[in-house]
C-alpha cells in the first residue's frame, strides 16, 4: 500500500524531490540494444561525469533524475559510442599536426574509441593516448599497438626489428614497459618462425596480438600460437583453402612464387574447409577484422574517379601525398591485373557471411590513416558497415561490430558496448533508425564522449575547424 502511495506521488510530479542530479539526459528515445539488435522505445538516458546512470522506461528515469542538460530524442535512435578497430597514425616527424588533425573527425563521425594498429610515430600516438585520457587533447579514446615487431631493415619505418628470439623477448619486455594495449605484428621482413615465436611471447606476456600472418605459416599456426585477431580479409582467406599447409610449404621453400601462391589460393579455396577453419577460429575467440573498404578502394581505383570527394578536404597535403604509392601501383596494372583485382575483392566480400555462420566475431575497421588511399578517418568506419551489409550481414550484426567487436576483444564489455548504468557515456544520438538502414549510423544528431554532450553545431564546428586547417595547409603549398 505504502509502495503505491509513493508510486502514485512519483508519477504525479514531473521531478521527486529526492532525484539525484545528472549532467545530461536524452529523453523519450529509441534506445537500439546492439547485443540483442533490438530497438526499446520510448526511454531516458541519464549520464553524470564519464558514466551513464540511469537507462529505462521515460517516465521512471525523468522522475527519479534532475539534468543540467535535457535532450529531447523523440523520434530519434541511441546507440553506444562507435569503435574502429583499425586506423593508422603516420607518414613521417613532419606530417605530425596533419595526424593530430584526424583526431576530431573520429568524434565528429561517432567514433568515441579507436584502435591504432600502428605506423611510424609510435612513441607520438602513445603521447596522443596518454593526453587524451587526460582530457588535454581532444580526440577519441585511443587504444595503440605503440611500435610494431618486424624483422630486419622491413619496408615500414618506427618498428621494432627482431631477428633472433632474444630480439623477439627484449621487443615484447620493451611493448610491456611502455604500456601497449596490444601487440602488432607484421612480416615484411621477419622470418615465419619468429613470427609465431613472437605471437606466443606476446600471449605468455598477457597481451592480446594481432598483425599480418606470413605466407610461410598457416592460419590454424597462427591461431595456435595464440594469435587474437586477423587483420584484413586476404588471412581468413587463405584459411579456406583445401591444400593451405601445403601451399604455405611450397612457397616458404621457394617452388612456388608470390602471384603462383595467389593464384593457387583463388583455385583451393572450398567452402567446406572454410566452414571447419573459421569453426576453429570461433572456438579460440580469434576475431576477424575485413577492412573492406580498404580492399574495395584499391580495387577500384581504375574505375572510381576520387579526385572530387568531399572528404579530401579534411585530408592535409602530405596525408594525401602518402596515396600515390596505392595510385601509381593501380595505374600501373594490365586489364587482366585490374579484372583480377576486382574480382579477388569480391571473393574476399563473399567470405564474410561464412565467418559470420560460423560464429566468429567480426571486427569493424577500416585501415584509415595513411598510405591507404581514400580511406578516410571517420567517415571510412560508415562505409565499411555499408559493405559488411552489402555482402550479408544484417545492420544489427554489421553495427554489434562497431560497438561490441571492439569492447569484447579487448576484454571491456564490462565499460563499453551497451548504453547501462556504469558504462562510460559514449553515446551517438542518431536522426534514423540503424536496424533498418545502416546509414542511418551517418545521420547523427549528437555525440557524447565521456559525457560531454556534442550537439549537431558543435559536431559541425569540429568539421568546419578540419576543414579550414587543411585549406591553410594546402595555401602553404602552393
Ligand atoms: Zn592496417
Same mark, same amino acid.
Given at each position: 500500500m505504502k509502495r503505491v502511495l509513493l508510486g502514485l506521488l512519483a508519477a504525479a510530479l514531473?521531478?521527486?524531490?529526492h532525484a539525484a542530479t545528472a549532467d545530461g539526459i536524452i529523453r523519450h528515445v529509441t534506445l537500439i540494444d546492439v547485443a540483442q539488435g533490438r530497438a526499446l522505445p520510448n526511454r531516458a538516458v541519464a549520464w553524470r561525469g564519464g558514466d551513464v546512470v540511469a537507462v529505462g522506461p521515460d517516465a521512471a528515469v525523468a522522475r527519479a533524475w534532475r539534468a543540467k542538460r535535457s535532450v529531447e530524442g523523440k523520434g530519434k535512435f541511441l546507440i553506444p559510442g562507435l569503435w574502429d578497430m583499425h586506423v593508422h597514425f603516420g607518414g613521417g616527424p613532419e606530417l605530425i599536426e596533419e595526424n593530430k588533425a584526424l583526431l576530431a573527425l573520429y568524434v565528429a563521425n561517432g567514433i568515441t574509441t579507436i584502435r591504432d594498429c600502428s605506423g611510424d610515430l609510435p612513441d607520438q600516438v602513445l603521447a596522443w593516448r596518454g593526453e587524451i585520457a587526460r582530457g588535454t587533447l581532444f580526440g577519441p579514446r585511443l587504444l595503440s599497438s605503440g611500435a610494431k615487431l618486424e624483422g630486419i631493415?622491413?619496408?615500414?619505418?618506427?618498428t621494432l626489428e627482431v631477428g633472433s628470439k632474444a630480439d623477439v623477448d627484449a621487443a615484447i619486455a620493451h611493448e610491456r614497459q611502455v604500456g601497449v594495449d596490444f601487440v602488432k605484428i607484421t612480416d615484411s621482413t621477419l622470418d615465419p618462425r619468429l613470427f609465431l615465436y613472437a605471437v606466443s611471447k606476446a600471449r605468455q606476456a598477457g597481451l592480446r596480438v594481432s598483425g599480418h600472418i606470413p605466407m610461410q605459416d598457416t592460419i590454424a599456426e597462427a591461431v595456435d600460437a595464440g594469435i587474437s585477431s586477423i587483420e584484413h580479409m586476404d588471412y581468413a582467406y587463405k584459411a579456406g583453402v583445401k591444400d593451405e599447409a601445403r601451399l604455405s610449404a611450397d612457397f616458404a621453400a621457394g617452388r612456388i612464387d608470390r602471384p603462383k601462391l595467389s593464384a593457387e589460393i583463388d583455385a583451393g579455396f572450398d567452402r567446406e574447409t572454410a566452414m571447419a577453419a573459421y569453426r576453429n577460429l570461433a572456438a579460440k575467440h580469434v576475431f576477424v577484422t575485413p577492412t573492406l573498404t580498404i580492399s574495395r578502394t584499391t580495387a577500384f581505383l581504375d574505375r !572510381? !574517379?576520387?579526385?572530387? !570527394?568531399?572528404?579530401?578536404?579534411?585530408?592535409?597535403p602530405g596525408l594525401r601525398k602518402t596515396y600515390d604509392w596505392r595510385i601509381q601501383r593501380a595505374a600501373s596494372a594490365t586489364p587482366a591485373e585490374v579484372a583480377a583485382r576486382h574480382a579477388h575483392f569480391e571473393h574476399l566480400a563473399a567470405i564474410l557471411p561464412l565467418l559470420q555462420k560460423a560464429g566468429v566475431t567480426i571486427i569493424a575497421g577500416t !585501415?584509415?590513416?595513411?598510405?591507404?588511399?581514400?580511406?578516410?578517418?571517420?567517415?571510412a568506419l560508415h562505409q565499411e558497415l555499408g559493405l559488411f551489409v552489402k555482402y550479408g550481414l544484417t545492420p544489427g550484426q554489421a553495427l554489434a561490430s562497431a560497438t561490441r567487436a571492439g569492447p569484447a576483444w579487448f576484454g571491456q564489455l564490462d565499460r563499453y558496448g551497451a548504453v547501462a548504468?556504469?558504462?562510460?557515456?559514449d553515446l551517438v544520438l542518431l536522426d534514423r533508425n540503424p536496424l533498418q538502414?545502416?546509414?542511418?549510423?551517418?545521420?547523427?544528431r549528437m555525440v557524447v564522449l565521456k559525457g560531454k554532450a556534442l550537439d549537431r553545431a558543435a559536431l559541425d564546428g569540429l568539421l568546419a575547424d578540419a576543414r579550414t586547417k587543411v585549406a591553410a595547409w594546402n595555401k602553404a603549398q602552393r
Open positions: 514531473p521531478v521527486a524531490a631493415k622491413p619496408i615500414w619505418k618506427g !572510381d !574517379d576520387h579526385s572530387h !570527394d568531399p572528404e579530401l578536404a579534411y585530408i592535409g !585501415d584509415a590513416g595513411f598510405l591507404n588511399s581514400f580511406d578516410y578517418p571517420g567517415f548504468p556504469g558504462k562510460s557515456a538502414d545502416i546509414a542511418a549510423t551517418k545521420a547523427i
